[in-house]
C-alpha cells in the first residue's frame, strides 16, 4: 500500500511506541488545551450571542431604533420622506413619530416615561403584546393610552382609570409662571414585554401626543426607522442626510448596555484564548524535545537524500495533529453543547429557577475560530520545523 514518506513518518512520531514519554505527555496537555479552548470559546460566545441577540429583541424591537430628525426636534411630514429615506441601505420600513420625555401621574403616584404617539395603522411592534385592549382604541381626539404591566402597578391604575400626562418641553408662561402642557388620558390598554419596557414606554394616538407637544398638525419629532441590523447602526448614521437633518438612534438610552454586554464578550473570548495560547506554547516545547530526540535519525534521513522541506513537513505534520485533532474535537463538542446546553443545564439540575440561557450560534464565527486556531496550531510548529530542517549530518552523527 502506497504511503506519503512524509506523513506516514510524522504520523509514526506521534503514535509510535518508542516515543519518549514526556514529549508524548507535553503533546496530550497541549492537544487538550486546544480542545477545552476551542470548546469555551463556541460555548461563551454562542451564550454571549444569545444574550445580545434576546436582549435584540425584547428592547430594541420596542425603542425607536434610529430616527431621522432636525435638531430642534421637529419637522414637517412630507410624503416624499418614504422614498428618499426608505432607500437608505438596511432600513425594512419607515413611520412617523411624535416622542416625548413625559411625567406621568395617577391619583396614587407619580412617575415619568417615554411617549410614544403612532398610527394604529403603522402595525407598531407592540400591538402583539397587548393582552388587555387594543391598538386600534388609539383614536384620535379619543385622548387613550396603553400602558405596560409594570408602569400601570406602579401609577396604582387599569383599564378605565384616568392618568395626567405633563410635558415639560412644550410649557408655557402664565401670569403664575410656567407651566407644563398637560391632559388627561384615559387607560384602554395594557402590554406586556419585560420590565424595562414594560416601564419605560407608552402609547397614545399621534394627533393626540401633537396636541399634547402643541404641535401644528402636520408636524411630527421625526421619522422612525425599523432596521434589519439594529445592533449595526453606525453603518445607518453614516449615511448622508439632507443639510438640516440628522440621526438620532437607540444608543443614546441604551448604548451603555449594549455596549457593557459587547466588552463582556470580548474579555470572556479574551480569557479562554489564554488556554489556547498556553496549548500553543506546549505544541512548541512537545515539538523541540521531539527535535532534539530524533536528531540522530533527521541526520540519516538528510543522508538518504531528504530534502530541507520534507524535513521541516514530517516535524510540522507531527506538531500540527495536536492542533488539529483538539480544534475538530472540541469544536464539535462545543457545538453539541451549545445546541442542548439548556437540556443538560436541566438533566444535571444546574438550571436557574427555570431561566433558560439563550444560545446563538454564528456559522462566519464558528468559521473564524476553528481556522484561527487550526493557524496558530500550524505556526507554532514553523520554528522546530526549521530547526530539525538545519541540523547537519556530520555533527548530529558524529559520537554514533
Keep these: 500500500m502506497f504511503r506519503p514518506l512524509v506523513l506516514y513518518i510524522g504520523l509514526r512520531y506521534v503514535y509510535g511506541q518508542k516515543t519518549d514519554g514526556f514529549g508524548r505527555f507535553v503533546s496530550w496537555l497541549s492537544m487538550i488545551g486546544i480542545m477545552l479552548g476551542s470548546l469555551g470559546l463556541i460555548l461563551v460566545l454562542s451564550v454571549m450571542n ?15 431604533q434610529a430616527q431621522i430628525t432636525t435638531p430642534q426636534g421637529k419637522i414637517v411630514i412630507d410624503n416624499t420622506a418614504y422614498e428618499q429615506f426608505g432607500q437608505i441601505n438596511g432600513v425594512n420600513r419607515i413611520t412617523p413619530l411624535v416622542t416625548s420625555d ?5 391619583e396614587q403616584s407619580i412617575n415619568v416615561s417615554t411617549l410614544m404617539g403612532i398610527n394604529p395603522e403603522d402595525n407598531d411592534p407592540i400591538q402583539d403584546y397587548i393582552y388587555t385592549g387594543s391598538i386600534s382604541d388609539l383614536q384620535a381626539g379619543q385622548y387613550n393610552v396603553i400602558l405596560g404591566q409594570t408602569l400601570a402597578n406602579q401609577l396604582g391604575v ?10 415639560t ?6 401670569p403664575v409662571g410656567r407651566i407644563p402642557s398637560q391632559r388627561l388620558f384615559t387607560v384602554v390598554g395594557l402590554f406586556s414585554v419585560n420590565h424595562d419596557i414594560n416601564q419605560t414606554l407608552i402609547y397614545v394616538n399621534q394627533t393626540d401626543a401633537q396636541k399634547l407637544l402643541r404641535l401644528p398638525a402636520n408636524t411630527i419629532t421625526g421619522w422612525r426607522l425599523f432596521l434589519k441590523h439594529p445592533l449595526q447602526i453606525a453603518e445607518i448614521t453614516n449615511t448622508p442626510l439632507p443639510e438640516g437633518l440628522e440621526f438620532k438612534d437607540w444608543r443614546a438610552k441604551r448604548g451603555e448596555l449594549f455596549q457593557a454586554i459587547k466588552m463582556e464578550k470580548n474579555v470572556m473570548g479574551l480569557l479562554i484564548s489564554l488556554i489556547v495560547i498556553v496549548a500553543a506554547f506546549n505544541i512548541i516545547t512537545s515539538l523541540s524535545l521531539l527535535v532534539m530526540e530524533k536528531q540522530g535519525e533527521v541526520a540519516i534521513l538528510k543522508t538518504q537524500g531528504l530534502s530541507r522541506f520534507k524535513i521541516m513537513l514530517i516535524f510540522i505534520i507531527q506538531g ?4 488539529v485533532i483538539g480544534t475538530l474535537l472540541g469544536s464539535t463538542l462545543g457545538l453539541v453543547l451549545a445546541c442542548n446546553l439548556n437540556n ?16 446563538l450560534i454564528e456559522p462566519s464565527q464558528i468559521a473564524f475560530i476553528i481556522i484561527g486556531l487550526l493557524m496558530l496550531s500550524l505556526i507554532s510548529t514553523l520554528y522546530p520545523a526549521y530547526r530539525a530542517a538545519t541540523i547537519q549530518p556530520a555533527e548530529a552523527l558524529r559520537y554514533e
Design 50 to 64: 444569545g444574550l445580545e441577540d434576546q436582549m435584540q429583541n425584547s428592547v430594541l424591537k420596542f425603542l425607536p
Design 102 to 106: 413625559v411625567v406621568l401621574q395617577s
Design 320 to 323: 500540527a495533529s495536536s492542533g
Design 344 to 359: 443538560i443545564m436541566e438533566t444535571l439540575d444546574l438550571s436557574l429557577a427555570g431561566i433558560e440561557l439563550p444560545t
Design 158 to 167: 387599569t383599564i378605565g382609570n384616568t392618568i395626567r400626562l405633563m410635558v
Design 169 to 174: 418641553d412644550a410649557s408655557q408662561v402664565t
